[in-house]
């Protein structure tokens, strides 16, 4: 378990330094199995999802060497096995072992991945796309044993709803197809973009022709070795932002280009808050309190994030004056944060908006309950109460960090799956230069 000792109420101030992008650094590295040559992947975070990814590809045979703490070596010239640790589920990003492993050796075995408690991952979207390439499927238990032809055959698909790594495992089933595959209803987040982006510095050929659609001409297996590097992390950008706004707006938050924040960007404007970029560095303008209240609704790229949720309700609970709505249509669960919230003096509650049915969120139909809260309300200002918080998940446990960096006094916050650390690089250590007064025990 690590424990966060935090006292709040200081002003932070300085300049922090956004790290690769949690949910594109780690899938890059799984590109090194699509060729024998070497590639060099720059900007890579030094955290365990990385460090997961990293073991495992070694594994099954790829030689992986860090050049410098953000720049690793990988060349996987031969492959020695194809079944995937089970370890490696911890990491979210595992399951495009499918995707990578059918491409190069045409099988993989490989545990579930577990990841974080926000609600089911929809893996049936990435299944029944192998398939429809003419893929099969085995699954005893929590173990899926999959195959795929060599050559896969051309075909269009189109996801029922968004699926980001779906989509990433496609792209990479794909990638040495007989013809061209069409994927659409594809998603279109910036990390998917990273991934076509380092594979076309590969070889492959891959563009996307429409809004959601991709095509992926095959090419002949194998792929070039590349240099290749990760995009800044978006939610770690947000995260900044968000510190800086409830501490007093002295931070300068870098390597964090607009065109990855810009729904973030107008939330920020609608509540009061206004951003000044300088090429990809921003910096909050002084605002006047209270902010306005917000009606707030999460969806896939471009919409906005749902990982940038816990951080908005945030916001407008402790500095925005009246009722704040926040619906949430990606995970059918994601508000356990809240009761944490509710424990240093915010004032909420979830409810069921009327109106909607399955088909209008992104999680499966069938994890739809008409009797689930989906959205919340929230009243502020709050002025936050010290208290002692537990994390329990990777955003919820980061909001938990900013909230007590924001209320005075010293809170404690208990993260016994190390949720924290496991999205963010170093964050203890970047908010101390900061001037946070924070302890991991």
């Not at 300049?15 to 699509?34: F, I, Q, T």
């Not at 703490?69 to 020695?80: D, K, L, M, N, S």
């Not at 001409?217 to 706004?245: H, Y």
Request: proline fraction near 6%.
């Amino acid at each position: 378990m690590s424990i966060f000792s935090v006292k709040g109420g200081t002003r932070l101030k300085g300049v922090y330094r956004v790290s690769g992008a949690k949910n594109a650094a780690p899938k890059l590295l799984l590109a090194s199995l699509l060729t024998k040559e070497r590639c060099v992947f720059e900007n890579i975070p030094n955290f365990s999802d990385t460090q997961q990814m990293v073991t495992a590809l070694q594994h099954v045979g790829v030689r992986m060497r860090s050049l410098t703490p953000h720049t690793i070596e990988a060349q996987g010239e031969t492959i020695v096995r194809t079944r995937i640790p089970a370890a490696a589920a911890r990491a979210r990003q595992s399951v495009l072992f499918i995707g990578t492993m059918l491409a190069r050796a045409g099988r993989v075995t490989l545990s579930l991945p577990r990841g974080d408690a926000i609600g089911r991952r929809p893996l049936n979207r990435h299944f029944e796309g192998i398939k429809a390439l003419g893929g099969t499927l085995r699954h005893t238990g929590r173990t899926l044993a999959l195959t795929l032809p060599a050559r896969p055959r051309a075909m269009r698909y189109r996801f029922e709803k968004n699926t980001h790594t779906g989509t990433e495992n496609l792209i990479l089933a794909s990638v040495f197809n007989e013809g061209t595959v069409i994927l659409q209803n594809a998603a279109q987040e910036p990390e998917v973009d990273n991934l076509i982006e380092t594979l076309n510095r590969m070889g492959a050929r891959i563009r996307r022709t429409a809004p959601r659609t991709i095509a992926i001409a095959g090419v002949p297996p194998l792929l070039n070795g590349a240099r290749a590097s990760a995009i800044p992390d978006r939610l770690e950008a947000a995260t900044a932002i968000t510190a800086s706004i409830l501490t007093g707006g002295g931070i300068t938050v870098a390597r964090a280009p607009r065109r990855l924040l810009v729904p973030f960007a107008r939330f920020c404007t609608r509540i009061g808050v206004r951003l000044r970029w300088k090429g990809d560095t921003v910096a909050v303008s002084p605002f006047r309190l209270p902010l306005k209240p917000a009606r707030l609704s999460t969806g896939p790229h471009p919409g906005f994030m749902t990982d940038w949720q816990p951080l908005a309700t945030l916001i407008v609970a402790t500095l925005a004056r009246g009722k704040s709505t926040i619906h949430e249509r990606v995970f059918e669960t994601r508000w356990r944060y809240l009761q944490e919230l509710h424990n240093m003096g915010v004032r909420s509650d979830t409810f069921q908006p009327k109106g909607w049915t399955p088909k209008d969120y992104n999680f499966n139909d069938e994890d739809y309950s008409a009797r689930e809260p989906h959205a919340a309300a929230v009243w502020g200002p709050t002025r936050l109460t010290a208290t002692e918080l537990h994390s329990h998940d990777v955003r919820a446990g980061m909001d938990m960090l900013l909230a007590a960096l924001s209320a005075k006094g010293t809170s404690v916050i208990r993260d016994p799956h190390g949720h924290i650390e496991r999205g963010y690089e170093d964050i203890v250590g970047k908010l101390k230069r900061l001037g946070a007064d924070i302890t991991r025990h």
